[in-house]
């Protein structure tokens, strides 16, 4: 299905709860959202937002969340002699999910129930839980994305900011604190911003404040919670019509989970729709702080990005290796 098939209007998706046009195990199903990444698409952007050559990159520290949670295994990295006196190597072992990332589409699943199965979950495109651990299957591995890398105009709402100056409030962002889809339209509105087909929406809440704020023991009891608390972007049929409707090519943020978690709605899930429903990448955990300085010190929320996701054919997930161009 071509690029011009695209609904235009989520009231005019015949299954608002997926969208997969593509064939199954093609390039372009492994791409989702992205091929709305033209050529075109990029080079508008290249010609528009790269001006001053200023770059700030996104990627938080390799070694922060630490200790991670969800129980996963922390960051470590080693320093060794390949050839001693002479040339050093070094190892990383690491989770992305640890730190700043983008959720691939073999990340989550999403509700697929039938009348004989009542409990069946898939992935983005019908792709199962057993094609995914299947060694010698890639379908919809992140290597998709790698092979050109995500690039074109990025959006930022300086939520975290905005909150402090008109509110006085300062984010946990490791609260339930909820965005609403009011709050961006109005921080769009106050920034000049007008949303375009294929952009790379950035939504920054603060975490990188909140966690170095904390101390070792609290860092550690948030690390072995069952049910980590989290600030982001509230779940609503709203904010999917407004996602779909705006066609993203991708949607970022600074927070753990992109959306408010626990899920304050459950029944419109981000991960669920967009990930796993739309094919649309989700990034968490990015280090937004001086991009928004950025900006501010610019009078301009646009930008240009590229980041380049780990060559892995089967891979969950990716840090993003991403910068930001103005």
Same mark, same amino acid.
């Given at each position: 299905?071509?690029l ?7 009231d005019d ?8 046009p593509?064939a199954?195990?093609?390039a372009e199903?492994g791409l ?6 033209t050529p075109?698409?990029?080079?508008a952007?290249?010609?528009s937002?790269?001006?001053?050559g200023?770059?700030?990159c ?6 922060k ?19 001693e006196?002479?040339a050093?190597d070094?190892e990383y072992h690491f989770n992305?999910?640890?730190s700043s990332?983008?959720?691939?589409l073999?990340?989550?699943c999403?509700p697929?129930?039938?009348p ?6 898939v992935f983005?495109?019908g792709?199962?839980? %057993?094609?995914i651990?299947?060694? $010698?299957? &890639? +379908?919809?591995?992140i290597g998709?994305? !790698?092979?050109?890398g995500?690039?074109g105009r ?9 909150a402090?100056?008109?509110?006085g ?11 609403s889809?009011d ?9 000049g ?6 952009d790379?929406f950035?939504?920054r ?6 966690w170095?704020?904390? %101390?070792e023991?609290?860092k550690? $009891?948030? &690390? +072995?919670?069952?049910?980590?608390k989290? !600030?982001?972007?509230e ?16 949607v ?41 300085e950025?900006?501010r ?6 930008f240009?990005?590229?980041?380049s ?8 997930s990716?840090?993003p290796?991403c910068?930001?161009?103005?």
């Amino acid at each position: 299905m071509s690029l011009s098939d695209l609904p235009e209007k989520y009231d005019d998706l015949p299954d608002k709860r997926r969208y997969w046009p593509a064939a199954p195990d093609s390039a372009e199903e492994g791409l989702g959202m992205l091929r709305l990444l033209t050529p075109e698409v990029v080079a508008a952007a290249a010609r528009s937002q790269i001006q001053t050559g200023e770059r700030v990159c996104l990627n938080w520290d390799l070694n922060k969340l630490n200790p991670p949670g969800f129980g996963r295994k922390p960051f470590e990295h080693k320093v060794k002699w390949v050839w001693e006196g002479f040339a050093f190597d070094d190892e990383y072992h690491f989770n992305p999910q640890q730190s700043s990332q983008w959720d691939g589409l073999r990340h989550h699943c999403a509700p697929a129930p039938t009348p004989e199965n009542p409990d069946r979950v898939v992935f983005y495109g019908g792709t199962t839980a %057993s094609e995914i651990l299947d060694p $010698a299957s &890639s +379908r919809i591995g992140i290597g998709h994305w !790698a092979k050109k890398g995500i690039a074109g105009r990025g959006v930022l709402i300086d939520y975290c900011t905005w909150a402090k100056e008109n509110r006085g409030v300062t984010v946990d962002a490791l609260s339930p604190h909820c965005v609403s889809l009011d709050d961006v339209h109005t921080i769009a509105k106050e920034c000049g911003i007008t949303f375009q087909r294929g952009d790379i929406f950035f939504l920054r809440v603060g975490l990188p404040a909140t966690w170095d704020g904390m %101390s070792e023991e609290e860092k550690l $009891a948030y &690390s +072995r919670q069952d049910m980590p608390k989290h !600030a982001g972007l509230e779940q609503s049929e709203r904010v999917l019509r407004f996602m779909w409707d705006t066609h993203f090519a991708a949607v970022a943020s600074d927070a753990v989970s992109f959306e408010v978690f626990p899920a304050l709605q459950p029944e419109f899930d981000l991960h669920h729709h967009l990930l796993a429903g739309w094919g649309l990448p989700i990034g968490e955990m990015f280090d937004l702080d001086e991009l928004a300085e950025t900006c501010r010190r610019l009078g301009r929320w646009t930008f240009f990005i590229s980041s380049s996701p780990l060559n892995c054919a089967q891979g969950v997930s990716s840090p993003p290796n991403c910068m930001a161009l103005f």
